[in-house]
Nanobody, 119 residues
Framework: QVRLVESGGGLVQPGGSLRLSCAAS????????MGWHRQAPGKQRELVAS???????NYADSVKGRFTISRDNAKNTMYLQMNTLKPEDTAVYYC?????????????WGQGTQVTVSS
């Protein structure tokens, strides 16, 4: 069974930084995509950034130049370094792991971690 555990959320002032972590465990099939998604109150969940097992990286336009996604394969951990945070970055951030096996999609989500940007 795959398990994803996020950490690193919290309260930060505008312009500040946070680093989120997502530790993955269990049997992970490759190739895969890992990503960070976020959901603000009253809004749909949206993709923030993703990284594939082949190191292809994608960012939402709203975070380009401010957020950096990375992965430590030895630790099975994905990170999201968030700089120059804005109040509109406030949301619950979720880690997601996806792959296709036997022609079927497999999606796993973490429990989420709250990020609040406020003065």
């Amino acid at each position: 069974q795959v398990r994803l555990v996020e950490s690193g959320g919290g309260l930060v002032q505008p312009g500040g930084s946070l680093r989120l972590s997502c530790a993955a465990s269990g049997n992970i099939f490759s190739p895969y995509v890992m990503g960070w998604h976020r959901q603000a109150p009253g809004k749909q969940r949206e993709l923030v950034a993703s990284i594939t097992s082949g190191e292809l990286i994608n960012y939402a336009d709203s975070v380009k130049g401010r957020f950096t996604i990375s992965r430590d394969n030895a630790k099975n951990t994905m990170y999201l370094q968030m700089n120059t945070l804005k109040p509109e970055d406030t949301a619950v951030y979720y880690c997601k792991l996806s792959w296709t096996q036997w022609g079927m999609p497999f999606d796993y989500w973490g429990q989420g971690t709250q990020v609040t940007v406020s003065s």
